[in-house]
């Protein structure tokens, strides 16, 4: 199996634009139907039988790392995007979180899909997702590290997969409330405890504009 940036990529040998539009295929139908969706559908819907879609990703869990790794990277790289804006690290900071959520909001039946569903079904996809989180935790620490003069990298990786994980539990909240609660209100809320608490915890020295 050859692997990129950690996710698996089982059957990539086979045709890439048959490949893509498999998966697409499959997004028609999670996007519809949400979590629930099954690989029957997923297979009619690309017009074709279910043993032949596992065939083109060796099995069930073949599709799944393959619809993780298509939807965790694009998230990974808005993300990052966000992280090397040369603006102000309130600005950042917001439209970084903001990114995140409005990623997953627009997404959300994939984003259930794979974080719940898949990941609760299938250990190599769980991990698939894990990956991910550990990924913006790295990028994050390394922003702490780079421009928030904070000298020891243990603490910020700590720091980093700790606000990689508030954002990823309060943006799951925030998907159950979405009709009651703005998603600026989130984003607000985050930033303010993300750029008040670090700062103290390090004596005033991370996140200073």
């Keep these: 199996m050859t692997r990129v940036?950690?996710?698996?990529?089982?059957?990539?040998?086979?045709?890439?634009?048959?490949?893509r539009a498999l998966l697409e295929?499959?997004?028609?139908?999670?996007?519809?139907?949400?979590?629930?969706a099954s690989m029957a559908a997923?297979?009619?819907?690309?017009?074709i039988s279910k043993p032949i879609l596992y065939r083109h990703f060796g099995d069930k869990s073949?599709?799944?790392?393959?619809?993780?790794?298509?939807?965790?990277?694009?998230l990974i790289e808005g993300v990052?995007?966000?992280f090397s804006r040369a603006v102000p690290?309130?600005?950042r900071t917001r439209t970084t979180i903001d990114t995140y959520l409005a990623m997953v909001s627009a997404n959300l039946n994939l984003y259930r899909f794979l974080m719940h569903r898949a990941s609760a079904e299938d250990a190599a996809t769980h991990s698939a997702m894990s990956t991910m989180i550990r990924e913006l935790g790295r990028a994050l620490a390394e922003v702490m590290v780079a421009e928030g003069e904070l000298?020891?990298?243990?603490?910020?990786n700590i720091w980093g997969h700790a606000v990689?994980?508030?954002?990823?539990?309060?943006?799951?909240?925030?998907?159950d409330h979405t009709a009651d609660v703005p998603r600026e209100t989130v984003v607000d809320s985050l930033a303010d405890l993300i750029l008040g608490g670090l700062p103290a915890a390090s004596g005033g020295r991370v996140f200073e504009d």
């Design 42 to 47: 997923i297979a009619a819907e690309a017009g």
């Design 89 to 91: 690290v309130r600005d």
């Design 25 to 36: 295929a499959a997004d028609r139908v999670i996007q519809r139907e949400g979590p629930e």
């Design 5 to 19: 940036n950690g996710f698996g990529e089982r059957g990539a040998g086979r045709d890439p634009d048959r490949r």
């Design 80 to 82: 990052r995007a966000e």
């Design 164 to 175: 990689v994980g508030m954002v990823q539990t309060a943006g799951d909240w925030w998907l």
């Design 151 to 156: 000298d020891d990298p243990v603490r910020a």
């Design 62 to 74: 073949g599709l799944y790392q393959a619809l993780a790794g298509r939807h965790a990277r694009k």
